[in-house]
């Protein structure tokens, strides 16, 4: 746990640098943490826009709303790490600002999973659209376990899937799948002797990450409720 810790941190010390100038730019420009997370959370509403879109005029051979709501869902978790440099940078933390950056989090999240829910569901990948839903349960439940045991005195971070790994996950797999159907069509279908149906099609590249992500988010967060336990614990024997 603590080898990933550490791995996660330089990472994202890694990406700090990289983005700091922007940030820079940003603060220049007069905007506040708060207005960057406000962006941040519209870009999302975006991504749910063009996965709506896509379930009622796309097709199921159609898997560019994917793509593109993938690459939206990146940029948009972009701004998950520029509200916090910002505050840092410019000097501008605040309470309030670390609660709102929290709060529209989970809306950036709820929003993007109805729109993959309604894509999925428009386009009649229906067990799919369950698992998506079991993702959002699990997502929800890692922010809240977290934030249930910090108000009760206690640290319960951690796990392999807390939000960036999350939007990493869906919207670099969801711009695979609009790609690649591209090159091998968005209706390919593989199918293995003596299987009567098709054990993988182009959408699986979207549909697999979520169900992945869906067993373990829902992990993460029992793990996370398991540690709190065990501080909980030792903190009433203290």
């Known amino acids: 746990m603590e080898q990933q810790t550490s791995i996660r941190t330089n990472l994202q010390l890694g990406i700090y640098k990289v983005i700091d100038p922007f940030v820079k730019v940003l603060i220049k420009l ?7 997370t406000s962006i941040g959370f519209l870009l999302n509403v975006g991504v749910a ?4 879109i896509g379930g009622e005029e796309g097709n199921r051979g159609d898997l560019s709303y994917i793509g593109w709501a993938g690459g939206l869902i990146l940029f948009a978790g972009l701004f998950d790490m520029l509200d916090g440099q910002v505050a840092r940078l410019g000097n501008m933390k605040s309470t309030f600002g670390a609660l709102y950056d929290s709060v529209l989090d989970r809306y950036s999240e709820l929003v993007m999973f109805f729109g993959i829910c309604y894509y999925l569901v428009a386009q009649h990948y229906f067990l799919s659209s369950i698992f998506a839903f ?3 349960i699990g997502s929800m439940m890692v922010s809240y376990v977290r934030a249930r045991a910090e108000g009760l005195g206690i640290d319960s971070k951690g796990g392999l899937m807390q939000r960036p790994e999350r939007v990493v996950t869906i919207g670099l797999f969801a711009i695979i799948c609009g790609v690649s159907s591209v090159y091998i069509g968005g209706n390919y279908k593989l199918y293995v002797p003596g299987v009567k149906y098709h054990v993988f099609e182009t959408m699986s590249i979207f549909t697999i990450p979520i169900t992945i992500l869906a067993v373990l988010t829902n992990i993460t967060a029992f793990k996370r409720l398991t540690n709190a336990k065990t501080s909980l614990e030792e903190k009433e024997k203290n």
């Open 49 to 52: 826009a063009i996965f709506i």
């Open 30 to 36: 007069g905007l506040t943490p708060n207005a960057v």
């Open 134 to 136: 079991i993702a959002l």
